[in-house]
């Protein structure tokens, strides 16, 4: 396997699978199910002693899970007082450019799992990872649902198959 030019965990497993696997002949069914083993993988090294201990832990773990979807996901990662995962959850599916989503359904599973903060996050299959006003409003207005049964939220990640985009590191929570 030629490893030049991989820069990324993402980039390094699909050309494990490629060169393992022929990709090219693997239907669409069996691309979903190597990914969402990769993500499974990442994912439990998220509930291990240490959590999450950067943004860039759940930006890799997010692009990997939605990065590639082709209409708009939005996923929840609900974390323990720790950082540790207690479960990442595909709430809601929409169209190639939106995806309603409601905050009573978030703070449901967060209450469920007891969960102590969660990350939000979505994709934009443009390939544009800028937040929109829409975005804004969300996050906000998830904030606010959570902050009120003392569940912090700690980002919401914009995902694409190429970059990542922050509320946190941008100061927008």
Known sequence: MNLDGLTTSTDLIWAAANDALDLDSLTDAQVNIIVDLACLLMARRGQRQDGLSSP???????????????????????LDIRNRML????????????????????????????AAAAIVAH?????????????????????????YCDVRLLDHIIVTTSETYSFAENSLI
Do not use: W
């Open 56 to 78: 860039n832990d759940a930006k890799r773990i997010l692009r990997t899970f939605i990065g590639n979807e082709r209409h708009e996901v939005f996923v929840v990662i609900y």
């Open 87 to 114: 479960g990442m959850v595909k709430h809601f599916q929409g169209t190639i450019d939106s995806a309603q989503v409601h905050p009573r359904v978030v703070l449901q599973k967060a209450l469920e799992l007891n």
């Open 123 to 147: 994709n934009h299959p443009s390939g544009i990872a800028e937040p929109s006003m829409a975005d804004r409003r969300l996050t906000k207005d998830l904030a606010l649902a959570l902050r």
